[in-house]
């Protein structure tokens, strides 16, 4: 009989099958699953050892959750992946140890201590490091620059598939002629060395301790530039502040995340003085503050001021990319 990963009810008959739950798990009161799907379909299995299942709905999700398998079972000793359970390549299931009691690193970085968010940035900064002795699949080539990098140049069919709001996103940065000169030369900075995550944002981070930190959602690894993935992380607090501005005028300045920045690149950067890394990592992550604005503009019809101050703050940072790393993060 085929698997049959559709419901709760299925999914519980699945697991008593390759016994990663029993009969009494079923009847104890703390037993549930919660569907959490979006790009896949997920559940979170509460029991006495919870689980997280990631099931491809179509071939070219379950190929992404087999990619992902991949890098966690060829790499089980790494301190930031979590334990794989199981894998079925045939119909694109992931079966992984669930983080009952981890928070989100924008959770963890919105309630800690100053100290604590210091020693978050140590942890994943040694974790950034040390992405290079990740095996990934055999497959894995190095990728060219992220779609992003080409906005103020894109090709004619990437415009098909934008809502009106990212397309007149795209035309404000096109008609800025010095917006558009500092995006030129950019991918030429492109060097793909190393095992990149490829889709770094804070919801990617399980946190259970600032020193127990895990980097989850594998789909799209590859081997790629690994200041990108640094790029994705600082723009993703760049976000986060951002919102946080747009909500309540009493954080005004990035100093409550400071440390964190400042920690992360003193822990990951082999010379963090180094001028020429941090205009690179601030360049990127103007591209990479970009990208999420033309993804968080998806179904809009048309900008809305958050957006336009996503827009301004990237150009800022593409303008003065060593004053945005000393003023904006510290570093």
Request: include cysteine; aromatic fraction near 10%; charge should be negative.
């Amino acid at each position: 009989m085929k698997p049959n990963w559709n419901n709760p009810r299925t999914v519980t008959d699945e697991l008593i099958r390759l016994q990663f739950s029993s009969k009494k798990d079923i009847v104890s009161s703390n037993y549930s699953i919660e569907d959490c799907s979006s790009r896949n379909k997920n559940f979170f299995v509460q029991q006495s050892n919870p689980l997280f299942i990631k099931i491809g709905p179509d071939q070219l999700r379950k190929e992404a959750v087999i990619r992902e398998g991949f890098v966690y079972q060829k790499n089980p000793t790494t301190s930031f992946l979590v334990e794989p359970k199981y894998l079925n390549r045939d119909n694109g299931v992931l079966i992984l140890e669930g983080m009952a009691n981890a928070s989100s690193l924008q959770s963890a970085l919105e309630d800690s201590t100053p100290i604590k968010i210091q020693q978050m940035g140590y942890c994943i900064g040694q974790h950034f490091k040390s992405m290079s002795d990740l095996n990934i699949l055999p497959a894995a080539h190095p990728s060219k620059c992220p779609w992003a990098f080409y906005l103020a140049l894109p090709e004619k069919d990437f415009f098909d598939t934008l809502s009106p709001a990212a397309k007149e996103i795209i035309q404000l940065i096109q008609q800025n002629t010095a917006f558009a000169q500092n995006y030129q030369g950019i991918q030429s900075l492109w060097k793909s060395s190393t095992v990149i995550h490829n889709d770094i944002k804070l919801d990617n981070f399980l946190v259970l301790a600032p020193s127990n930190i895990y980097i989850i959602d594998w789909e799209i690894a590859n081997n790629g530039d690994p200041l990108w993935d640094v790029a994705l992380l600082f723009a993703s607090i760049l976000q986060l502040w951002l919102e946080h501005r747009e909500v309540s005028n009493q954080m005004d300045s990035l100093s409550k995340f400071s440390p964190f920045c400042t920690s992360f690149w003193n822990s990951y950067a082999t010379h963090p003085e180094d001028q020429t890394i941090r205009k690179k990592v601030m360049q990127f992550t103007a591209i990479a503050l970009l990208k999420f604005l033309i993804e968080s503009a998806d179904n809009q019809q048309s900008p809305s001021r958050i957006h336009l101050l996503h827009l301004q703050v990237a150009q800022n940072i593409l303008e003065h990319p060593i004053k945005a790393a000393n003023d904006l993060f510290q570093l």
